[in-house]
């Protein structure tokens, strides 16, 4: 464990920047019942905020590989970084719902950029071997999104502009770290097809694993888009709430995952968790009308996601035998791109039915991901 903290600077400077980048998905959180009421959105109007983001965070996936292949690792994560700062702006200088539907969209297309070059860099330039360096991107990632709400719901209680602004000025921050910190990495050997991606995906392990990452978004994306609305609370308790379940996410990401991965097996925890996952959806589905419930459930699930990313984006660095860059972005665009409608259809559900439903919903889906993974076990004899 001790080798994970011993890092270059390079890979210091990349984690940083990722702490930044997960702050911005945290970061408005707390302030989406706040757009919803100062815009005259509804929930799933205002959900639309995540699901731009992802469709197109997943579509150019499918190009970055070509990208960084071409202009280097360390100009793509500049790239992404400067887009990120670009349309973050715009979008706290916006006047209606679908113009920050538009700029976040815009904001996917950054980060689209930045998460996969980055993931492929730290792995590049971190010590102590692969697993090593997805912990430390996982502890960046937790660290980030406990962050994030907290930070978000602070600037939130100013205006709901200011979680936008926020983001712009740490992508800033982020981005002269890069700039400092991280020597020029090497450009791939070969340079990457379009089509390498989706090349990938013929192999039975990482394409299941794709389609168990894009179930296991519904019910991530119905806690994380749509529990801020039935927990009827302001932006300072959203905040609070939402940086208890990111530092649990933190931290079961770093220091339990890697024990319960040692003793049990990757795949055998996997199941656990997300069985484990759909109970506690079940649960805030029953107890929806109960804040405490709500609150309790909700910080119990970051322990469960924090093991799930950890052990997941392992299994999708070991399941192929294709060049860890490709089967990221192929990975990445099949949950992003499937996933995108999990928020949207979160908030239709509790329009068309009441707000249980969409708990109920994503813990069918995943027990769907449960099923899925179980069934392309066959595929996945590299991921112990």
Request: with cysteine.
């Amino acid at each position: 464990m001790k080798t994970i903290f011993r890092q270059p600077k390079a890979a210091w400077a990349v984690a940083f920047s990722c702490i930044i980048a997960f702050m911005g998905i945290g970061l408005v959180d707390p302030i989406l019942p706040a757009i919803a009421q100062k815009l005259n959105a509804t929930p799933s109007q205002v959900s639309l905020l995540f699901t731009s983001y992802m469709l197109v965070t997943g579509v150019v996936m499918l190009v970055t590989g070509w990208v960084s292949s071409r202009i280097g690792p360390k100009l793509t994560l500049l790239l992404g970084l400067i887009l990120i700062i670009v349309f973050s702006a715009l979008g706290g200088m916006s006047s209606t719902v679908n113009q920050i539907v538009w700029f976040r969209a815009g904001w996917g297309f950054g980060n689209a950029f930045f998460i996969s070059t980055a993931l492929a860099v730290i792995v590049s330039v971190a010590s102590g071997g692969t697993a090593s360096a997805i912990i430390l991107y996982e502890a960046a990632m937790g660290l980030g999104m406990s962050v994030g709400p907290l930070l978000g719901g602070l600037l939130g209680d100013i205006s709901w502009r200011g979680p936008f602004f926020g983001v712009a000025t740490l992508m800033a921050i982020g981005f002269i770290a890069v700039i400092v910190l991280l020597s020029d990495v090497p450009k791939p050997k070969r340079k990457s097809s379009i089509l390498d991606p989706i090349r990938a995906l013929s192999h039975g392990g990482l394409l299941s694993i794709g389609v168990t990452a894009l179930l296991y978004n519904f019910g991530f994306f119905t806690l994380l888009a749509f529990s801020p609305f039935v927990l009827h609370t302001d932006e300072h308790g959203l905040g609070f709430i939402f940086f208890f379940w990111g530092g649990c996410l933190a931290i079961t990401s770093v220091f339990i995952a890697p024990k319960l991965q040692e003793r049990f097996g990757t795949m055998r925890t996997m199941y656990a968790i997300l069985f484990l996952f759909a109970a506690d959806l079940v649960v805030m589905g029953i107890g929806v009308s109960s804040k405490l419930t709500l609150v309790l459930a909700i910080v119990v699930a970051g322990a469960f996601l924090g093991v799930n990313n950890t052990l997941i984006t392992t299994a999708v660095m070991e399941v192929s035998p294709v060049e860890r860059s490709v089967a990221s972005a192929a990975y990445s665009f099949v949950r992003f791109v499937g996933g995108a409608i999990a928020p949207w259809l979160a908030g239709k559900l509790a329009e068309w039915y009441n707000p249980q439903v969409p708990f109920y919903f994503g813990a069918f889906a995943l027990l769907l991901a449960l099923f899925v993974l179980f069934n392309g076990r066959k595929y996945m004899g590299n991921v112990k």
